[in-house]
């Protein structure tokens, strides 16, 4: 096992879905096997990355993910999937260097400029210290906000064997972690607002009430994505939890008809379309749409 970044566009030839599977040819196949069964980053090398990305991510780290396993490409030959099993967003993206420290140091040449041969291999190998500290600079405003007691070793977890640094493993592998990693991206990616009633409700403490529901839950497979996430209501969570309302691909509201009052119906949002981040690329994917549609709504 070894640790790698992968590299990601907003607009891949290749048929990427970042929180599920990275398609990729050929030639990097030996470096993704070597990081079956570990951890990888993601990463996105361009301009292109703050329109599609968001502000600071401009040739930046923007998540990590779990390495489940490798599969041929059935319909284009001599290209493959990596399949992830696991999905962990960064709150904010982490620039591939700052000054003149690069956190993957085969980046730099001796000269001190960018080695450009090795940043344009989409799919590299990197040290367990370098991801380490590429981890901790992206999830530090969740992490540096968490008690000791909410980064402990979850139960049955400690008497498995591990080939890398324990504390940041713990951190990946916790659910209290990755839920609030979850919670912030997600609400930051709707403004704290209320994605089915519109509503922005801030309380007397100044926190605003806002929770980050999973489209397709964690139960059924549901990856910790922004695209797997939307901002409700408590009300609202409610109801989409229980399939009582859902989304249509147009992003639609869909209702439960027989099963909502008037009443209720009427905090839905006047057109009737949830209100989604600006930004395409963590809006909700369709394939997780679908899913709910089909597995979980009740109309």
Request: glycine share 6%.
């Amino acid at each position: 096992m070894a640790k790698a970044v992968f590299t990601i566009r907003a607009h891949s030839i290749y048929d990427d879905l970042p929180e599920q599977q990275y398609h990729f040819p050929k030639i990097y196949l030996r470096t993704a096997n070597a990081a079956v069964g570990d951890w990888i980053l993601y990463y996105v090398p361009s301009k292109e990355s703050v329109r599609h990305w968001g502000l600071g991510a401009v040739q930046a780290y923007v998540s990590a993910a779990f390495i489940s396993h490798i599969t041929p490409d059935p319909a284009r030959a001599d290209h493959y999937y990596a399949w992830v099993g696991d999905y962990a967003p960064f709150v904010r993206p982490v620039p591939f260097r700052r000054d003149n420290h690069y956190f993957e140091r085969k980046l730099r040449s001796e000269d001190g400029s960018t080695n450009q041969g090795t940043a344009r291999r989409s799919v590299r190998s990197i040290s367990d210290d370098e991801f380490n500290e590429i981890w901790a600079e992206g999830t530090s405003p969740i992490i540096g906000e968490m008690q000791p007691d909410q980064l402990a070793v979850p139960p049955g977890f400690a008497d498995e064997p591990l080939e890398f640094d324990r504390p940041v493993v713990e951190q990946l592998v916790n659910r209290k972690v990755r839920d609030a990693l979850f919670q912030r991206t997600v609400r930051d990616a709707y403004d704290a607002r209320c994605a089915v009633t519109g509503l922005r409700i801030i309380n007397g403490g100044g926190r605003a009430e806002i929770e980050a529901a999973h489209i397709r839950p964690v139960a059924d497979k549901g990856p910790d994505s922004p695209r797997n996430g939307i901002a409700l209501c408590r009300t609202a969570h409610w109801m989409f939890d229980r399939g009582l309302v859902s989304v249509g691909d147009d992003f639609s509201i869909l209702i439960a008809t027989d099963r909502l009052p008037d009443a209720v119906t009427r905090l839905l949002r006047e057109d009737r379309k949830l209100d989604v981040p600006m930004r395409p690329e963590i809006r909700p994917h369709p394939a997780h749409l679908r899913y709910h549609r089909e597995n979980i709504f009740k109309g």
